[in-house]
């Protein structure tokens, strides 16, 4: 039975990462093989998870927010289903998550607060990945307003605000055309990310949280702010003896922001500390860099 066990455990797995691999590319297919899959989980925790992704998948990817519905609410018939509180409860917040994307008005209705708070910042998320940028900062500060209200430190709520705004200032950093609206409400899902990821998270999610405010910042034309962010980010790699990877990205910030304030000696500083760390990456790792690294390989204007 132990055996059993072990090869179902490592089935699972192995499914989940072939899915979050491909999905990107093929969520369609995705979609299919999760549909397929639905006694593939074991208990209410390997539950959990499959129904995180399928939301992620049949929402932000493909808009199928009905079929995604229809999905997890199948899940309730699977063994892995157990009745229990915290399935029951990651089930109804991702389902809600998905009509209110929809545009279902009362899809919130039957949430405890903060549950209401994890479902509006997860569709804020998925709406800012379909580019319904008024409708995805709609739903995350009213998410925020929950969290305001109050929500248990131990909630899942904290941190699905943390990757809702994340996720939404992402999205937001890279649109060319902002409103001053998408520009301070880029400002204030960053924040809001860092401020729920030191509830939520390690100092690894704080150290990003403080990288991500520092872009925003730098896209919203405030250096300054940016710098400031940048140097936590820095400061939070140094006390936790962190690897080159988390450090470059702290070195490039900073040389970005510093070349935004036209301290020029300051940027080719930090862009020299930056390409050393570049050098000492994995080769794997050097394409999740490529981005930062060509955004600071040009030296300082007049140098």
């Not at 059993?4 to 797995?13: P, Y």
């Not at 209200?149 to 200032?169: C, E, F, M, Q």
């Not at 070195?251 to 036209?262: F, G, N, Q, S, T």
Request: charged share 20%.
């Amino acid at each position: 039975m132990a055996a059993n066990l072990e090869n179902s455990s490592s089935s699972f797995d192995a499914f989940m990462e072939s899915a979050w691999t491909a999905h990107g590319e093929r969520p369609d297919d995705v979609a299919a093989q999760l549909a397929d899959a639905l006694t593939l989980p074991q208990d209410a925790a390997q539950l959990q998870r499959f129904a995180s992704l399928a939301t992620h998948v049949y929402g932000e990817h493909l808009a199928r927010w009905r079929d995604g519905v229809v999905l997890l609410d199948r899940l309730r018939t699977t063994p892995a289903f157990d009745g229990g509180g915290d399935a029951m409860r990651a089930l109804d917040c991702h389902v809600a998550t998905l009509r209110h994307a929809a545009g279902d008005a009362d899809a919130l209705d039957a949430l405890a607060r903060d549950d209401r708070a994890a479902a509006l910042a997860a569709a804020a998320s998925a709406l800012a990945g379909r580019q319904a940028f008024e409708r995805a900062i709609d739903a995350y500060a009213a998410a925020c307003a929950l969290a305001a209200a109050g929500i248990p430190k131990d909630s899942p709520a904290n941190r699905a605000l943390a990757v809702g705004g994340n996720n939404l200032a992402t999205a937001l950093e890279e649109k060319r055309d902002r409103t001053p609206r998408e520009t301070q409400a880029m400002l204030d899902a960053a924040q809001s990310a860092l401020v729920h990821w030191r509830i939520a998270g390690t100092w690894v999610q704080e150290m990003w949280a403080h990288y991500r405010l520092a872009r925003s910042r730098l896209c919203a034309g405030d250096a300054q702010g940016a710098i400031d962010s940048a140097v936590h980010c820095i400061a939070l790699c140094d006390t936790n003896h962190a690897p080159p990877f988390e450090f470059f990205f702290g070195y490039a910030a900073l040389a970005l922001a510093r070349r935004a304030a036209a301290e020029n000696a300051a940027f080719e500083d930090a862009r020299t500390r930056a390409l050393a760390l570049y050098e000492s990456l994995a080769d794997d790792e050097r394409p999740l860099a490529a981005a930062d690294l060509a955004a600071i390989e040009s030296p300082a204007p007049g140098t």
